[in-house]
């Protein structure tokens, strides 16, 4: 996520891919892209959050532990931050 003019992140864009990796998206002038990774983090971290509160709910409620992350990955609830948080 990058601010800044268009003209300056086109001529920088593919630096930047080998530099950052492959998503490289100009989110609008400088500092959007500082609100931009904000936003994201806020969502991953209501995402992280939220998985937290489900795996609590169902080991209350009896649910064990095995598969639990393959179970919720097939439902509407499956997402990046699921795959990645929660084997840990």
Do not use: W
């Amino acid at each position: 996520m990058v601010g800044g003019e268009e003209t300056v992140f086109r001529e920088l864009e593919p630096l930047l891919r080998k530099s950052s990796g492959s998503s490289v998206t100009l989110t609008g002038p400088v500092g959007a892209g500082n609100f931009a990774k904000l936003a994201n983090q806020i969502i991953v971290a209501c995402n992280i959050a939220a998985m937290g509160e489900a795996f609590v709910l169902a080991t209350r409620a009896g649910l064990g532990p095995q598969h639990r992350p393959q179970r919720h990955q097939r439902g509407i609830g499956r997402s990046t931050v699921l795959n990645a948080k929660a084997p840990m």
